[in-house]
Every structure is written in structure tokens, then in C-alpha cells.
């Protein structure tokens, strides 16, 4: 089962920041946080990962509170090719099948104009 | 080629019918994935090789899943006497390293029994 909670899904208007929350509270220490996201009919695409400390490139943000039990994905100016599915998944680093990707239903996020 | 590809985008199969799905990963990629995507899921994990070898296949749902990667490249998902709960997309990642960030996904193949 997936180890995170992430609301169903959220709006947002093209060109605003859209949030993205997730609930990782069984987090394990040598686990990372990452983020996919799957556009309709595509596969999941990598998004951004990090352990403890805010990541940030050039897709998106991560903020993962202070006890990592939580984080936000923000996508800064979303347009309308972000609508998409987002995951959050909660892996540790390594890889062979322990690093199996783990997806729950994800949150899916529509950029209106 | 620059991503993961899959073929054939889109099959139809009657039930009872054997199908082959192939993944060819990118070039180098030493891991490599086998996912099933029931309509309104998110993926769920089949099976895991590791160059030529299947180190995981504890997702197969049936014996009749049997999946391959003899030369440690190309790796086909092979179903047999294929049923109607088999209708899903399956997707295939593959990874550089062992360990590490992102994997990348093809764009699935969309299988209907029918």
C-alpha cells in the first residue's frame, strides 16, 4: 500500500502557483520523498526527490516540513500542460526492486485558464 | 533512442488469446520495471530485472504473466489465455544505476480484452 495521503484533486488558475500537499507521517529515516507526475495517455514523469532539506529545479519546488512528515510540491507559474496526475512516493534510496516505485491514486491537478 | 519505447501503443486481444508486449529501455539502462495501470489507479508493480536478470517478479498476478530480458536490453511482458480483469496500460521504466533518482517510463501499452 502507498505510503502517503494526497488530496484527489485541486484546481488552479493558469499562470498562479499551484501547492500540492502530501502526508508521509510512517516516513522511515533513510527514505526520500519523491514526486511523478503522469500527463493523459503518457507514462509517469520524474518530477523532483529530496530527503530533508527544500529542493528546488527547473520543474518545481519541494518543501518537506521540519519532522518530513508532510511536504508540498509547488509548481510556481503552473500553465495548462501541468494538468496532469501528480504522486507522491516515499522510497528509500537505493535501488533493485526495494526501491520499487509504490504509487497511491495520486492528487489530479487541473490548470484552468 | 531518447526515451523508453513501447510497442505496440494500443492491442486488442480476445479472451484467450497469448499477447507480447515489448519495451525497449534507454541504451545502458541497467534497471528496468514492469508496471500495470488499471483505469483509474496508479501503477502498480509486476516485475524487476537487473540487466538480464529477474530479481523481482513478486506483482505478477497469475502465472500466466511471464516477463524477459535475455540480452539485458529488451524486455517482453508476455500474458497468456488472456482474461478481461487483464485490460489495463503497462508500463516499462527503465533506470541507469542501480541506485538513485528518477526512472524513466514509457508511454505504455493499452491492453483490451475483449
Known amino acids: 500500500d502507498a505510503k502517503t495521503t494526497q488530496p484527489t484533486s485541486m484546481d488552479c488558475a493558469e499562470g498562479r502557483a499551484a501547492n500540492l500537499p502530501c502526508n508521509h507521517s510512517?516516513?522511515?529515516?533513510?527514505?526520500?520523498v519523491y514526486w511523478y507526475r503522469q500527463i493523459h495517455s503518457q507514462g509517469p514523469q520524474y518530477i523532483i526527490h529530496?530527503?530533508?532539506n527544500n529542493e528546488t529545479n527547473e520543474m518545481a519546488s519541494l518543501i518537506i516540513t521540519e519532522d518530513r512528515k508532510s511536504s508540498t510540491l509547488i509548481l510556481p507559474h503552473a500553465t495548462l500542460r501541468d494538468t496532469a496526475v501528480y504522486y507522491c512516493?516515499?522510497?528509500?534510496?537505493?535501488?533493485?526492486?526495494?526501491?520499487?516505485?509504490?504509487f497511491g491514486k495520486g492528487t489530479k491537478l487541473s490548470v484552468k485558464p | 533512442g531518447a526515451g523508453v519505447s513501447q510497442s505496440p501503443r494500443y492491442k486488442v486481444a480476445k479472451r484467450g488469446q497469448d499477447v507480447a508486449l515489448r519495451c525497449d529501455p534507454i541504451?545502458?539502462?541497467?534497471?528496468l520495471f514492469w508496471y500495470q495501470q488499471a483505469l483509474g489507479q496508479g501503477p502498480e508493480f509486476l516485475t524487476y530485472?537487473?540487466?538480464?536478470?529477474?530479481?523481482?517478479k513478486s506483482g505478477l498476478p497469475s502465472d500466466r504473466f511471464f516477463a524477459e530480458r535475455p540480452e539485458g536490453s529488451v524486455s517482453t511482458l508476455k500474458i497468456q489465455r488472456t482474461q478481461q480483469e487483464d485490460s489495463a496500460v503497462y508500463l516499462c521504466?527503465?533506470?541507469?544505476?542501480?541506485?538513485?533518482?528518477?526512472?524513466?517510463f514509457g508511454s505504455g501499452t493499452r491492453l483490451t480484452v475483449v
Open positions: 529530496g530527503l530533508k
Open positions: 510512517t516516513i522511515s529515516g533513510n527514505e526520500y
Open positions: 541504451s545502458g539502462h541497467v534497471s
Open positions: 521504466a527503465s533506470s541507469l544505476r542501480l541506485e538513485g533518482s528518477g526512472y524513466t
Open positions: 512516493i516515499v522510497r528509500p534510496n537505493y535501488g533493485g526492486s526495494q526501491g520499487n516505485l509504490i
Open positions: 530485472f537487473q540487466n538480464e536478470a529477474q530479481l523481482d
